[in-house]
């Protein structure tokens, strides 16, 4: 058995989303080591389901005395939590870092965010939960999270589902504690196969565990090659419509969202997401037209492109102002008025499933 000289974990050259791959067996390192030994960039890895929950278990099982970072997405914060997982914590003391603060509008105040976060989490069983904001591209909160870690006792653990961000945040805890220049991969070490303890001096470290496998992001529907439309590095853009009823929103080839608003009025709704993505406003009818006509054009693009379009309406809710939520990619917001219909369809039925899940209404956050 050859282990990782970086983690001790054992290699292997199966699986790239699984703990200890290694481009080939000969390398010393693997390959989330090899990046962080030469690139400074930190990776963690998912495992499956119940593995998740009973890596959980083992940690609150501990008499130790811990603090938990729960690190969710404040782009689609009900997909980066989980209440199984809350369930497990609740007499932890948790705190939840809302992640990727950077990327909403500098027009909202991160108060505004953290009430609007906290009234999302009353639902929550955790008994002592604390709520700050962060982001891997904001200096500043990195420094906040890093004194943090450095002053109060305990065994500090971040858990978080994928796509939340938390690689990122660990990457950016590396750099500011002038780590990522290292030569050897002396901060990590296993601890067992589901944690890496981070080491950022002989007396302070923290844990790192793996995120869950859970396919709560429209990225996981891309190719390899279209991941990059789903990873913002900058403010998202607004994008701003005036449309009538039957008209839809295309984003690239993989949905639309039709409107059906009942009345003969115009109404104005905002598109927050990537500038990098192709969206196109056109009548209802043409949605599967045009993509017939500009499917290899477009971004981003199913795994799977053949046009088989699907349809299905959206469930209502009665607050005055929604937001369509988007995994992976944004969110809609509007005015919602009386018997509005909204309803979605996308380029091929086999995904339908998928979609169900990761396009939703919620109670507007701007």
């Known amino acids: 058995m050859k282990t990782c000289v970086g983690c001790g974990v054992e290699l292997q050259i199966q699986d790239s989303k699984k703990i200890g791959f290694a481009i080939k067996m000969e390398n010393d390192y693997c390959l989330r080591c090899f990046k962080m030994k030469n690139y400074g960039e930190y990776n963690s890895y998912e ?7 009973e890596n959980i278990k083992k940690i609150v099982s501990r008499k130790d005395s811990k603090i938990i970072f729960y690190v969710i997405d404040v782009l689609d914060i009900k997909n980066s939590r989980d209440i199984k997982l809350e369930a497990l914590i609740q007499n932890e003391r948790v705190i939840v870092l809302v992640n990727k603060i950077d990327l909403m509008p500098k027009s909202i105040k991160q108060t505004k965010i953290l009430n609007y976060v906290k009234e999302a989490f009353s639902d929550s069983t955790i008994k002592d939960l604390k709520f700050t904001t962060v982001s891997s591209f904001n200096q500043d909160s990195i420094k906040h999270l890093l004194g943090f870690i450095k002053k109060e006792k305990g065994n500090k653990y971040f858990i978080g589902f994928s796509n939340a961000g938390k690689s990122s945040l660990i990457t950016a805890l590396l750099r500011e504690a002038n780590l990522t220049s290292k030569t050897v991969i002396s901060p990590f070490f296993n601890t067992t196969l589901n944690e890496i303890k981070i080491a950022l001096d002989d007396e302070i470290s923290f844990f790192d565990t ?19 439309y789903f990873y913002f590095k900058k403010e998202m853009k607004q994008y701003t419509y005036q449309l009538e009823s039957d008209q839809s929103i295309v984003v690239g080839g993989f949905f639309s969202i039709n409107f059906d608003f009942k009345n003969h009025k115009t109404n104005d709704i905002h598109f927050y997401s990537s500038s990098q993505i192709d969206i196109h406003r056109t009548k209802t009818e043409n949605v599967v037209r045009y993509w017939e006509k500009n499917l290899n054009l477009l971004k981003p693009q199913l795994i799977d492109s053949t046009i088989n379009p699907y349809l299905w309406k959206l469930k209502n809710i009665n607050d005055k102002e929604i937001d369509i939520v988007i995994s992976g990619l944004g969110w809609v917001s509007l005015k919602n008025f009386e018997k509005m219909e909204f309803s979605i369809t996308i380029l091929n039925e086999k995904y339908k499933n998928d979609f169900e899940k990761m396009i939703y209404l919620r109670k507007a956050l701007i």
Request: proline residues 8%; aromatic residues 8%.
């Open 47 to 53: 495992i499956e389901t119940q593995p998740f929950f």
């Open 210 to 228: 793996p995120g869950i496998n859970k396919k709560n992001s429209l990225s996981n529907l891309a190719s390899v090659d279209q991941m990059k």
